[in-house]
């Protein structure tokens, strides 16, 4: 698989147009990809970290945790904000 993404031709459209349509889809293909997944973790922390920089890409357990910590941030203030309006209705 590694092989398949160093010579991806949609990466090499990204590399030459970042902000073309292609270049787009491609960048938010690879936030869910497993082949990406798989090439990105088979690099060495060096070449890693280029990648980072170079595609502005997180680890996908980095996003998934900054997701999670969001929703469980969100249903905390759903329950305040729901346990201060039945104390409201019981006042």
Not at 56 to 61: D, G, L, P, Y
């Amino acid at each position: 698989m590694a092989q398949a993404c160093e010579n991806c031709k949609f990466r090499a459209h990204y590399d030459a147009k970042p902000n073309s349509v292609l270049g787009r889809i491609w960048r938010w293909h690879i936030n869910f990809c497993p082949g990406w997944k798989s090439y990105f973790t088979s690099q060495s922390p060096e070449r890693q970290a280029e990648l980072r920089k170079q595609y502005n890409f997180e680890s996908i357990n980095a996003l998934k945790q900054i997701i999670n910590e969001h929703r469980n941030k969100t249903r905390s203030e759903g329950c305040v904000l729901f346990f201060e309006f039945d104390l409201f209705l019981e006042g």
